[in-house]
């Protein structure tokens, strides 16, 4: 049986009333006049005070053509590593856009690629996860897993960790591709479509869950730690009581810091899960952390800067409303999401106003802009990796 599950998009710009036809037949939803009331935000005006250079633009082949998997651009060792949903794995050189050669698998690719050392890692629709050696560009092994595969395997302490979207996670010996363990949990029936990555620091993974739970569970042996309730599934209709989380999580220090799609974020002690504050503020597309700083892209699109230690909100932009902006990047002084246009928004980290607006392509950004260092990867829906300098870094 096959669960349903929603789309982000389609989730937040539908009814409130959700019809759930059959469960092989998924869900439908209809618009009307909430289309015009969630219509994107026209772009404001501003007199751009930062100058943003294109260094380089390189295509990679078919993106992930609007459907909701974790295909983003990773960065390793001077490499960028990036996926399409016709399998092939591109590998470009970070500095010159140039691509050095390209993994045709022709796997059907839904999550990925994760980079650690030599190996690269990815999690197909078809309920699989590959391991290929970059020495040679071969799988080194592979394995089924239970369910389909959206959030992007994990190595750590020799053990590739495997999310499925039926909330199973698998523990691969890394070298052999042999099952070690398998933690089972149940996931709601109703969901948006979507896992958030598992997060692993000192030998602990941290998962967030449909329910609106975070559970830790021990690497070595897929032992459960703790469990923390973050968001609650309640409410008067189907969309109201969707507590996902399906976003990036963070660990800084003894502090986990997560959101869920509901509207809830908090930070939880590492150790034990107890909740040191919660925030009514939450996001599907996860957190991204800089120094005290945190910072999320609510579901109006409504951009946060957030205070990581007590919970202050810093500034929050609301001029993008509607425009399905991406999970924010920090850059050297900036704060950085795409939009489903295809624009590129640059806001001042400390005022929050707009300091610079770039067009990547019409076809619209959904994977996070990626800063490494002084420049910025931006992955298109069309297919193309896009390398930015802004300010001094040009």
């Not at 974020?265 to 597309?285: P, T, Y």
């Not at 704060?335 to 619209?364: I, M, P």
């Amino acid at each position: 049986m096959i669960q349903p599950q929603l789309s982000l998009r389609t989730a937040w710009r539908g009814l409130s009333a959700l019809c759930l036809l059959v469960v092989l037949a998924g869900c439908s939803w209809f618009s009307g006049d909430d289309d015009e009331i969630n219509a994107p935000a026209e772009l404001v005006e501003f007199e751009s005070s930062v100058p943003v250079e294109r260094i380089w633009r390189t295509s990679i082949g078919a993106s992930a053509d609007r459907v909701p998997v974790n295909i983003t651009p990773v960065y390793s060792a001077g490499k960028i590593y990036v996926a399409d949903r016709k399998g092939r794995i591109s590998v470009i050189d970070a500095d010159s856009g140039q691509l050095e050669h390209q993994i045709k698998s022709r796997l059907r690719i839904s999550a990925g690629p994760s980079v650690a050392g030599n190996l690269l890692m990815v999690g197909t629709l078809d309920g699989e996860v590959f391991v290929f050696d970059l020495d040679n560009d071969e799988v080194l092994w592979r394995s089924p897993v239970s369910s389909e595969v959206l959030a992007k395997p994990v190595l750590h302490d020799g053990f590739v960790i495997v999310r499925c979207i039926d909330g199973r996670i698998f523990g691969f010996d890394a070298r052999t591709g042999v099952r070690e363990w398998l933690y089972d949990r149940g996931v709601p029936l109703l969901s948006l479509r979507g896992n958030s990555d598992p997060l692993v620091r000192g030998g602990v993974m941290y998962i967030g869950y449909d329910g609106g739970e975070v559970v830790a569970l021990r690497v070595s042996d897929g032992s459960i730690l703790w469990e923390q309730v973050v968001s609650t599934r309640d409410g008067k209709t189907d969309l109201e009581r969707l507590a996902d989380i399906d976003g990036d999580m963070a660990v800084i220090a003894n502090d986990l810091y997560v959101a869920s799609s509901r509207g809830r974020l908090a930070s939880l002690a590492v150790d034990s899960g107890r909740i040191l504050w919660v925030k009514d503020a939450g996001s599907a597309s996860g957190i991204s952390v800089a120094r005290t700083l945190l910072a999320l892209s609510d579901r109006q699109s409504q951009v946060w800067l957030v205070d990581r230690v007590n919970s202050t909100t810093l500034w929050k932009q609301d001029k993008l409303l509607n425009r399905d902006v991406t999970r924010p990047a920090f850059y050297l002084n900036y704060t950085v999401v795409g939009d489903e246009q295809g624009y590129l928004h640059f806001l001042d980290t400390q005022s929050g106003e707009f300091v610079a607006r770039v067009k990547v392509d019409g076809d619209g950004l959904r994977a996070a802009p990626l800063a490494v260092g002084t420049t910025l990867y931006v992955l298109s829906e069309s297919g193309t990796l896009n390398a930015y300098r802004a300010g001094a870094a040009i």
